[in-house]
């Protein structure tokens, strides 16, 4: 099918604009521990149910001691570490400001890849991650006139601790997804080796994006729960599972996040160059803009809009060589 990447790229944009929307309703309602926690269990649960209902089996197939280690990994610093700071971000700054910082995780995707993989560093990385950081800066970024002769100084429009927490969100999925590429090489290569029918064969390695967020959520599970209980805030879980509107915001959040919109995108890079898949599954800044005006009335300035256009325009400079 032609552009079946691209295609599965922009529903990958518009299914995580969703979930971010949904995600930050629950988490005001929830808070974080809680909504970290649940969503690992019901992303779990709908992944098992897929993975039973293709494979026969609820569990991930033939992943060798190699792909568990990298998707663990790949668990722990995208879900657990990155989504503890994103799902902050929501709650201090909302979804359209989180979203909008996640921009950088090509950034970190690539600096990632060139520090532990050796991959290239390229020019037009070093120019996208320029113009990325100009575009966040021109939506977060304001002048203030400063007691001293009336003198506008430029001052941060968002509290430090969502910024900080929202930056720590795009480190965790850039880094993330690096180590998650590493696992589906070494799963799709140990399924390979198996003496099955192609039918078989190309079954199972439809299912890998599908089987590799299962194993990456059972780190991010246990790193959560971990987490929680350190916090002494199992009260809160048990008085949030029981929030109907809670829960339902939470579900849907779930939905088009860590099961529909994680397990595409791992699908989009098998199907298009990750260039292309990443620039496009890249636009959710821009997408949330009307809605959060829509639903949460947030005012949205002419500077916020170009700020997170250019944001996306220095995503697709990683991947243009020149």
Known sequence: M?????????????????????????TKRLGVHVVNVLRMVLSMLMISSLLYVV?????????????????????VVGYVFGDYCLFNAYA?????????FMTVAPATAAISGWILLGETLSLSAV???????????????????????????IHLNLPTSGVLYAIGA?????LGLVLSAVGLKHYEASIRTLSLPSETLDGLLQTL???????????????????????????????????????????????????????????????TATGIAMTLMSLSPILILWPAHLF??????????????????????FFIRF
């Open 2 to 26: 032609p552009f079946f990447g691209e295609s599965l790229s922009i529903f990958v944009a518009v299914s995580w604009t969703i979930s971010a929307l949904f995600s930050e309703v629950a």
């Open 55 to 75: 494979t026969g089996s609820c569990v991930p197939l033939h992943a060798d001691v190699q792909t568990w280690w990298w998707l663990l990994m790949s668990g």
């Open 92 to 100: 201090v700054i909302g979804s359209r400001f989180a979203q909008l």
């Open 127 to 153: 120019l996208g991650m320029s113009v990325t950081t100009l575009g966040i800066a021109l939506s977060i970024l304001g002048r203030g006139r400063s007691e001293e002769a009336g003198k506008r100084r």
């Open 170 to 174: 795009a480190v965790g999925q850039g």
């Open 209 to 271: 994006p599908f089987a590799s967020t299962m194993i990456r959520a059972v780190a991010g599970l246990a790193g959560f729960v971990f987490i929680l209980l350190v916090s002494r805030k199992g009260g809160a879980l048990l008085r949030g599972v029981v929030d109907r509107r809670g829960m339902t915001m939470l579900i849907c959040a779930v939905f088009f996040g860590p099961f529909f919109g994680v397990s595409l995108s791992l699908m989009a890079t098998q199907y």
């Open 296 to 317: 949460f009335g947030q005012r949205v300035t002419r500077k916020e809009v170009l700020g997170a256009v250019i944001s996306v325009l220095g995503v697709s400079l």
